[in-house]
């Protein structure tokens, strides 16, 4: 078994994307802008967007947090996400997920320029995603799992996929990039869910099983196929008084056991999650690049 | 074994619409108008877009085509799009698909208002599709193909449905539909292509069968369990020299051997077929009611 190291591939990935801001700045003059929208004080959001403007700002982009209070309205966000799409210095917005209940998250994202949706939720990239055009954005969580699946030299060419969960954030964009039509992708895709039978037959055909069901330790032992790759998207918190938060993390595969039968493996935490920021700071550039026309 | 009669499905299709446009007129005074585009000669298209108009007409529309020369420019496509989108008596449009070669039909598509896309070809339109919003179009096959199992009470949860073939008009939109969260899908998918290994093995997970991959008679008695239902969407020309045309039309199932392990079955022609042109007004009619912001 080999370890899916996320934090090392998305160190690799920030150092070459510190490369590429400092070539841009150099040849061009230009500097990638990310705007981080947050309304309200969840602390979760707050750590968070201070991760993304942090990372941003180690690379070298130029990052901007907009704060509006947890009671601002509907006219207010959508009044600022204008103000950024017109902002020139901006290239990359996002607003953070989830915003207070008075506020309608879809009108929001299909607010944001579909050329600075760098976190791809607007139908117009989404819908490029689907089609197969390269000159939208590919979603974040996702896109990290295929560097990864890419770093490590997994074939995925023919190989069976079988994703866990349909949601438009991970599972659904995860499918339609497994089964593009592309050397790097290529797989048959199962997409499993709430709804589906007998989900650990399934799982046993997969050579690439993909989970984000939100569920801790989901996936046992017996659900997975000798020399499988397993990719864990599962975040849960498990009670646990032995640690000074009163809880710990756990993904939604049993890795203890899985870990065993598996040939790649991510942990959780230090797999998937890392990788999420990385992608995020990669569509940033890549808007940049797009919006001026030039290449890195 | 039961037929899945696409002709008798249609035709109750576009009875419902034609009582709706005639509903729509004597109560708001509107006419749902279609504009369907066709550039160049091409004989098959002559005859889709024929068929689209006159039954548009039939069913009370408003339909008008729009004729280009085989060497219009870009140019005087783009233009005639804008027209027709800032037509008012105009709520769905279509451009026949192939164009000739000198003309980018992306751009061409990328033109068309979203909310006149009846096609659902628009990024917007196919991101709202994965996404699950309502307020978008559904593309016309796998759309009639949904109409086609609900109309003969098939059972969609929690069944397995084995797709083959993934394009942007049949393929892919249809894995998405039959996954999707609604007591009328909720299918565990699975999407096979021209790389999946062991495609036979697969189909015969298949409770709910949908070949769309353009190769007569590819899906064979041994590769559909018994008591599956089947979809064709296959229109291959077969050369015979008994038909005064020359040929006749193959799906892409041995529908002679198949039919006798399938509890439905569509034939071809006459199942999945004659369905789009029903989807595509009822698409229409969905257009015209949401830019009058009416229902019927």
Known sequence: MALIDGKHVSAAVLEDLKAKVASLRDTHGITPGLAVVIVGDDPASQVYVRNKVKRATEIGMLSEKHELPADASQEEVLALVEKLNNDKRVHGILVQSPPPPQINERAVIETILPSKDVDCFHPVNVGKLLIGDEDGFV?????GIMTLLAHY????????????GR????????????????TRANCTVTMCHSRTRDIPSLCRLADILVVAIGRAHFVTADMVKEGAV????????????S???GYRLAGDVDFEHVSQKASYITP????????TIAMLLTNALKAC?????VAV
Do not use: F, Y
Not at 231 to 241: F, H, P, Q, T, Y
Not at 289 to 293: K, V, W
């Open 230 to 241: 397993v990719i864990d998207v599962g975040m849960n918190r498990i009670e646990d008084s």
């Open 167 to 182: 949601s438009n954030i991970v599972g659904k964009p995860m499918g339609v990039l497994l089964s593009r039509k592309s």
């Open 243 to 245: 640690k000074k938060s």
């Open 268 to 275: 959780v935490p230090g797999g998937v999650g890392p990788m």
């Open 289 to 293: 690049c797009l919006a001026h026309n």
């Open 139 to 143: 979603p974040c969580t996702p896109q």
């Open 153 to 164: 030299h997994i074939e995925t060419a023919g190989k069976h996929a079988v994703v866990i």
